[in-house]
């Protein structure tokens, strides 16, 4: 059974920063996508950043140079550093891993997801 629990949500000031971890198990493949999906209120969930099995990443411009995305797979763990936050990054946050496309809205596995919330 695959399980992928994403944690460090919180909430920050505008300019703050957060990191967000994905651990995942029982992922059956090695090939594989994984990515960061964000929903604000009244907004449909967008890809945010994602990271291939050859560690190529593509990022959504809106946040490019302020987000990171990384994973350490001996930790079996995916990761989003997020610096420079705005308040329009405020959203519920999920990871996401697909056997075959980044960022595709209909992805194989899902977090239960983990709230950012930005003040100005």
């Known amino acids: 059974q695959v399980q992928l629990v994403d944690t460090g949500g919180g909430s920050v000031q505008a300019g703050g920063s957060l990191r967000l971890s994905c651990t995942t198990s029982?992922?059956?493949?090695?090939?594989?996508?994984m990515g960061w999906f964000r929903q604000a209120p009244g907004k449909e969930r967008e890809g945010v950043a994602a990271i291939d099995s050859d560690n190529s990443t593509r990022i959504l411009d809106s946040v490019k140079g302020r987000f990171t995305v990384s994973k350490d797979n001996a930790k079996n763990t995916l990761y989003l550093q997020m610096d420079s936050l705005k308040p329009e990054d405020t959203g519920m946050y999920y990871c996401a891993v697909d056997y075959f496309t980044c960022l595709a809205s209909d992805q194989n596995f899902w977090g239960q997801g983990t709230q950012v919330t930005v003040s100005s």
């Open positions: 029982g992922l059956t493949r090695s090939s594989n996508c």
